[in-house]
């Protein structure tokens, strides 16, 4: 039975970008994390250790830098299709790249009723992503967002559930649902307003979760993940992944307490983890 390399490629992880557009007063702040990958016949490398093929990494990191002042940065989809475009284009062994973008989101500082010129807050919990692959078989692009914190007080049930001996868990028709949402969706092709569909699919994936009545986290991922293939023919299909970030109902009888569903403690581990795909036929 022979031994032989398989599939393998090489890059520079997260490589941290800021680039600040000064054009007018009013300046403009995108700021990224960059993953490059790069694909093709780099056999020798890992056979005999022979580099003259292999692209360094850190010429790899240069280039995230030299192209967000180049060819600039700011809808993350661009900047990743142009920077692999360039890997597949001019770099003769390369056959494919994957480029991951995350973006990370900053607010304006509001001053006097207005959003400072130059002044920004960061808002931590979501980041915006990208994922670009080019090769010769094409172009791929799959954006989202992750970390997006959701909660809602009620209308959400989790009843009439499979029980057998181990089971304890008691049913509710009345429940806090609340998650940290991470949503992958994939494009038909390269021709989109990226930042203009990137706002509406989030808008579509809050309403779905607060105007749906939640029978199960599982429903609700799917009239999400339907609202938004309902809405956007650009989009094939999106994928979901939500952990249930459980809320349990303090016993406060002992203390004389009634407690109708008002005090709860949050807990952080265990959980359930729940995903699903919404594609077209």
């Known amino acids: 039975m022979g031994i032989r390399l398989g599939a393998n490629d090489y890059g520079k992880a997260e490589n941290r970008v800021v680039r600040i557009y000064r054009d007018s007063p009013r300046h403009e702040i995108r700021d990224v994390t960059v993953t490059t990958a790069l694909r093709g016949d780099f056999t020798d490398a890992h056979l005999r250790g022979d580099q003259s093929r292999v692209l360094p990494t850190d010429t790899q990191k240069n280039t995230c830098y030299a192209y967000a002042k180049e060819k600039g940065l700011r809808e993350i989809e661009d900047y990743a299709l142009t920077v692999a475009r360039h890997f597949v284009a001019d770099v003769e062994p390369v056959s494919g790249a994957r480029i991951a973008v995350d973006e990370h989101t900053w607010e304006r500082v509001p001053v006097d009723g207005r959003g400072h010129d130059h002044t920004w807050v960061r808002r931590e919990s979501e980041i915006r992503t990208t994922v670009v692959e080019v090769s010769a078989d094409g172009e791929r692009?799959?954006?989202?967002?992750?970390?997006?914190?959701?909660?809602?007080?009620?209308?959400?049930?989790?009843?009439?559930?499979?029980?057998?001996?181990?089971?304890?868990?008691?049913?509710?028709?009345?429940?806090?649902?609340?998650?940290?949402?991470?949503?992958?969706?994939?494009?038909?092709?390269?021709?989109?307003?990226?930042?203009?569909?990137?706002?509406?699919?989030?808008?579509?994936?809050?309403?779905?979760?607060?105007?749906?009545?939640?029978?199960?986290?599982?429903?609700?991922?799917?009239?999400?993940?339907?609202?938004?293939?309902?809405?956007?023919?650009?989009?094939?299909?999106?994928?979901?992944?939500?952990?249930?970030?459980?809320?349990?109902?303090?016993?406060?009888?002992?203390?004389?307490?009634?407690?109708?569903?008002?005090?709860?403690?949050?807990?952080?581990?265990?959980?359930?983890?729940?995903?699903?795909?919404?594609?077209?036929?």
Do not use: C
């Open 141 to 281: 692009v799959v954006s989202g967002l992750r970390d997006l914190v959701l909660l809602k007080s009620t209308g959400s049930e989790f009843a009439g559930f499979l029980t057998d001996p181990y089971t304890t868990l008691q049913e509710t028709h009345d429940r806090i649902m609340s998650t940290s949402l991470v949503a992958e969706w994939a494009y038909a092709g390269t021709d989109v307003d990226w930042d203009k569909s990137w706002a509406d699919v989030r808008r579509i994936l809050l309403e779905r979760f607060a105007t749906v009545h939640s029978l199960a986290l599982q429903q609700t991922l799917w009239e999400m993940g339907k609202g938004v293939l309902e809405a956007h023919p650009e989009i094939t299909e999106i994928s979901l992944s939500a952990p249930n970030k459980h809320h349990f109902v303090v016993d406060l009888a002992p203390f004389g307490l009634e407690n109708p569903n008002e005090v709860f403690y949050a807990a952080d581990r265990p959980y359930g983890l729940i995903q699903a795909t919404v594609t077209r036929d």
